[in-house]
C-alpha cells in the first residue's frame, strides 16, 4: 500500500475487520473470571498435568530413595510415619537440658522419667505448648534428634515432610514449624490440619466425610472441626487439653485436700479413676504428696467422684466448643452430623465417660474410634500417598 511518505507493509483496516475486531472483545470481557465446574476444574487440572515439566533423571533418582515422613508434633508426645514402614517413633516431646553448660542431657522418655526429679542445674523442657512451638531451638534440636534416629542419614536424598497442626494456627506459628522442619533437613514440608488428619486416620472417604464432625483431644489443644468432601467447613481449636486435665486436678487437690502432688501423679490419677461423667460408678486410689499444712509427707485415699468434680471445669469449655461449632455449621450439614454422630479421637477421648458427656449435653450419638491416640498419625501416613500432589507450605505463605 502506497502512502504519501511512500510504500508501506501496513494491510488496509476494511470495515469488516472492524467488526471482527470488536466482537473479539466483546466476546472476551463476557467471558467468566473463575469458571468452577467440575468439567473446568478437571481440564484445567489435566492441562496443568501436560504442563509439568517431566523429572529428570537425577530427580526420579532421588525420589526412589528419599523418605516421605510423617510427623504428629504433639505437645506431649512426637510420633514419626515413615512411607513403607509405619508408625517408627512414638516419644514424649521433653528434653533435659543443663542449665549451666546448656548441654543437652537426654531426650523423650528419659527426659520425662526426670521431670519433678532433678538437681538445680537440670531443666526438663517441653518445647511444644499448647500445639504450638515455644522454644524454637529446643524443637529444631529434638526434631533432627528423632529424624536421624529413624531415617539413616543421607546429604543427597532428603525426606519430603508432613507435618500435623493444630486447626486455627496463625502464619507466624505455621511459618516457625516449617522453618524448624526445614532446619532439619526436610526437601519439602507440607502442613495439614489435625482433625483433617484425624478423619483419615479412621478411614473416612470423601463420602462419608460429609458432615462429619471430629473432635480431636489432644495433650495440648482440642480441635474441633466440621468436614465436607472438599476440607474443613468450620473448626476451632481450644487451648484445653490432657496438660489441663492434670493442672486440674493438682489444683483441685491443694484446694480440697491440701495435698501438693506433682504432674506424673496428676497424670496416673487421671489415668487409673479418672471420669467426667458423674454417673459413672468409678473407683478410689491412693495418693501421696505433701501436706500444705505441715509441709509432711501423706496419703489420702480420693474417689472417682473427686477427679469428676476436678475436671468439670475444662470439661465444660470443650462442651461449650463443641456447642459454638454446631451452631456455625449450616443446617445442611448439622443434618448430616446428627446421622454420622460425633467421632472423637485423640489421647483424651479415653477418659472415662467424654463420649457419654458429649451424647447427653448435645444429643448427638458420639463414638470414640479405634485407638484413637494414633488417628492423627495413621491420617498422616495416608496423606503421604498424596504428597506429589501438595504444595509445599511455605510457598503457600509467600
Known amino acids: 500500500m502506497q502512502t504519501l511518505f511512500g510504500w508501506t507493509n501496513k494491510k488496509k483496516v476494511t470495515r469488516a475487520d472492524v467488526d471482527r475486531k470488536r466482537a473479539e472483545r466483546r466476546k472476551k470481557s463476557t467471558e467468566p473470571i473463575a469458571v468452577t465446574s467440575a468439567k473446568a476444574?478437571?481440564?484445567?487440572?489435566?492441562?496443568?498435568?501436560?504442563?509439568?515439566?517431566?523429572?529428570?533423571?537425577?530427580?526420579?533418582?532421588?525420589?526412589?530413595?528419599?523418605?516421605?515422613?510423617?510427623?504428629?508434633?504433639?505437645?506431649?508426645?512426637?510420633?514419626?510415619?515413615?512411607?513403607?514402614?509405619?508408625?517408627?517413633?512414638d516419644e514424649p516431646g521433653c528434653v533435659a537440658c543443663n542449665t549451666k553448660t546448656h548441654e543437652v542431657v537426654?531426650?523423650?522418655?528419659?527426659?520425662?522419667?526426670?521431670?519433678?526429679?532433678t538437681p538445680?542445674?537440670?531443666?526438663?523442657?517441653?518445647p511444644l505448648q499448647d500445639g504450638v512451638i515455644a522454644d524454637y531451638d529446643t524443637t529444631e534440636f529434638m526434631l533432627r534428634y528423632y529424624i536421624k534416629s529413624?531415617?539413616?542419614?543421607?546429604?543427597?536424598?532428603?525426606?519430603?515432610?508432613?507435618?500435623?497442626?493444630?486447626?486455627?494456627?496463625?502464619?507466624?506459628?505455621?511459618?516457625?514449624?516449617?522453618?524448624?522442619?526445614?532446619q532439619t533437613g526436610a526437601r519439602k514440608t507440607v502442613l495439614i490440619e489435625e482433625p483433617l488428619a484425624a478423619a483419615l486416620g479412621t478411614g473416612l472417604d470423601k463420602a462419608q466425610a460429609a458432615g462429619a464432625m471430629v473432635v480431636d483431644i489432644g495433650g495440648g489443644t482440642t480441635d474441633i472441626a466440621v468436614l465436607c468432601p472438599t476440607g474443613i467447613v468450620v473448626s476451632e481449636s481450644l487451648r484445653v487439653g490432657g496438660d489441663r486435665f492434670d493442672d486440674a486436678i493438682v489444683g483441685y487437690m491443694k484446694r480440697r485436700k491440701k495435698l501438693l502432688i506433682g504432674q506424673r501423679t496428676a497424670e496416673d490419677v487421671k489415668i487409673g479413676i479418672g471420669t467426667v461423667d458423674r454417673r459413672a460408678v468409678g473407683g478410689e486410689m491412693i495418693v501421696r504428696g505433701r501436706d500444705t499444712v505441715s509441709g509432711l509427707p501423706k496419703a489420702i485415699t480420693i474417689t472417682s467422684k473427686d477427679v469428676q468434680k476436678a475436671l468439670e471445669r475444662p470439661m465444660n469449655l470443650i462442651i461449650e466448643g463443641i456447642k459454638d461449632i454446631l451452631e456455625k455449621t449450616p443446617p445442611e450439614l448439622v443434618a448430616?452430623?446428627?446421622?454420622?454422630?460425633?467421632?472423637?479421637?485423640?489421647?483424651?477421648?479415653?477418659?472415662?465417660?467424654f463420649d457419654r458427656v458429649i451424647s447427653r449435653v448435645?444429643?448427638?450419638?458420639?463414638?470414640?474410634?479405634?485407638?484413637?491416640?494414633?488417628?492423627?498419625?495413621?491420617?498422616?501416613?495416608?496423606?503421604?500417598?498424596?504428597?506429589?500432589?501438595?504444595?509445599?507450605?511455605?510457598?503457600?505463605?509467600?
Not at 66 to 87: E, M, S
Not at 169 to 174: D, L, S
Request: proline content about 4%; aromatic content about 6%.
Open 41 to 89: 476444574e478437571q481440564a484445567k487440572a489435566e492441562q496443568v498435568k501436560k504442563d509439568r515439566r517431566a523429572p529428570s533423571f537425577f530427580e526420579r533418582l532421588a525420589l526412589l530413595w528419599a523418605y516421605d515422613v510423617g510427623i504428629d508434633l504433639g505437645t506431649t508426645n512426637v510420633l514419626i510415619y515413615v512411607k513403607g514402614k509405619g508408625i517408627v517413633l
Open 106 to 117: 537426654a531426650v523423650g522418655e528419659e527426659a520425662r522419667a526426670m521431670i519433678g526429679r
Open 120 to 126: 538445680e542445674d537440670i531443666e526438663v523442657i517441653r
Open 150 to 182: 529413624v531415617l539413616p542419614g543421607s546429604k543427597i536424598f532428603k525426606p519430603r515432610i508432613v507435618v500435623c497442626v493444630p486447626s486455627g494456627v496463625t502464619p507466624v506459628e505455621k511459618r516457625a514449624v516449617i522453618e524448624a522442619v526445614l
Open 336 to 353: 448430616e452430623i446428627v446421622d454420622h454422630g460425633i467421632i472423637l479421637t485423640g489421647g483424651g477421648a479415653l477418659l472415662d465417660g
Open 362 to 398: 448435645t444429643g448427638i450419638a458420639a463414638y470414640i474410634v479405634d485407638n484413637p491416640r494414633y488417628s492423627v498419625i495413621i491420617g498422616t501416613g495416608r496423606a503421604l500417598k498424596e504428597m506429589d500432589k501438595f504444595q509445599d507450605s511455605l510457598v503457600e505463605l509467600q
